[in-house]
């Protein structure tokens, strides 16, 4: 899913605000009890419903009045809007209530913390985060809501996904989106959303040319560059603070393993890897890769793909770019993007592609200080019932899709039309596959219509290369601790080495970046980054009932 987006605004303020939310929050009490400085607003439900758990609590709720919810989303670029598109016009209506959005960064975040008026809702991203890991400090337990309000909820949420985001007074306090088990990993229903694509104009140019040796590759960028001059040869995901789709991405494409005798691998380091991105600096020597693709933010990236500017590209978060990709098949016909193999591993290794994990993505809390907890829970419920993923995904049954013989879903054809050839308006209007709070890819695998046509060649180019990445989930330092400090200093440094490899400007300037980044490593506490790193691994296994 990806959830790109909201992964590159985290590192925004990782040094000043959230060492300010350590010790914040830490001063709200400990990570168990849930007993703090924030008052709990257990509301009295006697007149308005019974509790039953064969039937969603807001399906029951007599309450007239609407319930006023503010709802904080830890990301400047969420819509705020509520209650104009059909989606979230819908589930005001169902559930009788009204959300304000506020949206900002980890400073406006931890300024709720800091004495703030807190608001009913909470969304953050970063589920190793000192917010997430107190939240015992400041959020209400799923599970007591549940018990209390509406035990239908435990019927639509996963068990897997409880257990996993368990603190240690073993109770759950925030449930993600796109939250991944293994048993959706082994149904098929989950797409793959990396691919290296490139213009099917310029692929049958070429004659389909294959690119999986560096020598290949070298060769058609080479022959694209010579035969079609006005595109940029490769690109990739805006790199910014991170690593873009050159760093982990471009790992799994080629299969470099997940860990090593049972515990942590660097996988910077990999030689297969590192062979690749030594063939990207040679066709970066060749002209292949433009400057401008390494300062490029997400906003320049989106409108070169939008207009077909490159010939081929290194890509992550299909579905986020569907949009964009969707516009450029829908007026340039037989230029479209299509996946092709591209490189492949120099060891014979197969893709491990990853996709969204157990810990899934944006992760939803209720606050002590939440208006009515009572609704509150009616809405994570509704939200994660077949009734809400389905008005979600794809609307209003009559309205917007008809259900088929078969059991498969589509929109009607004004709606598949408006989604063909106006997605901004499609987006706007409707919202369908927006909106995605506890959204999960299963339902879309109900539908063709679930994402645009435009990335389904690469959707189907994915199938059975994914592998789940369940063991390397949230096992960095803690933060506050000097292996998190370590690791900050470690990531940046392999952001510039890593850009500077591929822009080196011979194999000796290549060389002397890796082993300066490889002493880097030494002299800033690597040893102890990895010592945590395999004791998480370790929890993790157990959690998930592996050896």
């Known amino acids: ?189 989950i797409p793959a959303k990396t691919a290296f694509i490139i213009r099917k104009d310029v692929y049958e140019a070429l004659g389909k040319p294959v690119m999986g040796t560096p020598e290949e590759f070298r060769a058609t960028l080479a022959d694209i560059k010579q035969q079609f001059p006005a595109l940029i040869p490769l690109g990739f995901n805006s790199i910014g603070e991170g690593t873009g789709s050159l760093g982990d991405v471009l790992q799994d494409f080629i299969g470099v393993p997940l860990e090593e005798n049972g515990g942590f691998y660097n996988r910077n380091l990999d030689e297969d890897y590192l062979t690749w991105v030594k063939a990207f600096n040679t066709v970066y020597r060749d002209g292949a890769i433009s400057d401008d693709s390494f300062a490029d933010d997400g906003t320049a990236f989106e409108e070169k793909v939008k207009a077909g500017k490159y010939a081929t590209i290194m890509l992550d978060g299909t579905p986020q770019q569907g949009g964009n990709l969707q516009s450029f098949y829908s007026n340039n016909k037989g230029k479209e993007y299509i996946a092709i193999d591209g490189p492949q591993s120099t060891a014979g290794r197969q893709p491990t592609l990853n996709q969204s994990g157990i810990t899934g993505w944006m992760i939803s809390f209720i606050t002590k200080n939440n208006a009515d907890p009572a609704k509150s829970i009616q809405l994570f419920t509704y939200l994660l019932s077949e009734e809400g993923q389905m008005l979600m995904n794809y609307g209003i049954e009559g309205e917007t899709y008809q259900v088929n013989a078969d059991g498969t879903v589509e929109f009607l054809p004004a709606l598949k039309d408006l989604q063909m050839n106006n997605p901004d308006t499609f987006k706007k209007d409707y919202r369908m596959g927006e909106f995605m709070f506890f959204g999960h890819d299963r339902h879309k695998a109900l539908s063709g219509d679930a994402f645009p046509d435009a990335i389904k060649q690469m959707q189907e180019w994915g199938k059975g290369k994914l592998t789940p990445h369940f063991i390397l989930e949230n096992i960095n330092p803690d933060q506050g601790t000097p292996e998190a400090r370590s690791l900050t200093a470690i990531n940046t440094k392999w952001n510039s080495t890593l850009v500077s490899m591929i822009r080196s400007k011979d194999d000796a300037a290549f060389d002397n970046l890796l082993n300066e980044y490889k002493k880097f490593l030494d002299d800033n506490n690597w040893d102890k980054i990895v010592e945590v790193r395999n004791e998480k691994m370790k929890v993790n296994k157990e959690k998930l009932g592996l050896k």
């Not at 608001?119 to 209390?148: C, G, H, M, R, Y």
């Open 1 to 189: 899913m990806l959830m790109n987006k909201a992964l590159g605004k985290k590192g925004l303020t990782l040094i000043t605000a959230l060492m300010a939310v350590v010790l914040v929050v830490s001063g709200c009490g400990g990570s168990g009890g849930g007993s703090g400085s924030k008052k709990e607003n257990w509301v009295s439900i006697e007149d308005r419903y019974t509790p039953d758990a064969e039937t969603p609590a807001w399906q029951l709720d007599k309450k007239e009045e609407t319930t006023e919810l503010t709802w904080y989303v830890n990301a400047d670029w969420w819509n705020t809007d509520f209650g104009k598109d059909v989606v979230t016009k819908k589930i005001k209506e169902d559930l009788n209530i009204n959300i304000k959005f506020i949206t900002g960064d980890d400073t406006k975040l931890n300024t709720f913390f800091a004495g703030g008026e807190m608001p009913d809702l909470i969304t953050t991203f970063d589920s190793n985060s000192p917010v997430v890991q107190k939240a015992a400090t400041w959020a209400l337990p799923l599970n007591d809501l549940a018990e209390k309000y509406d035990p239908y909820f435990n019927k639509v949420a996963a068990q897997d996904t409880l257990n996993w985001f368990q603190l240690k007074d073993g109770k759950t306090y925030g449930y993600p989106n796109y939250s991944n088990t293994q048993e959706d990993y082994d149904s098929g229903n």
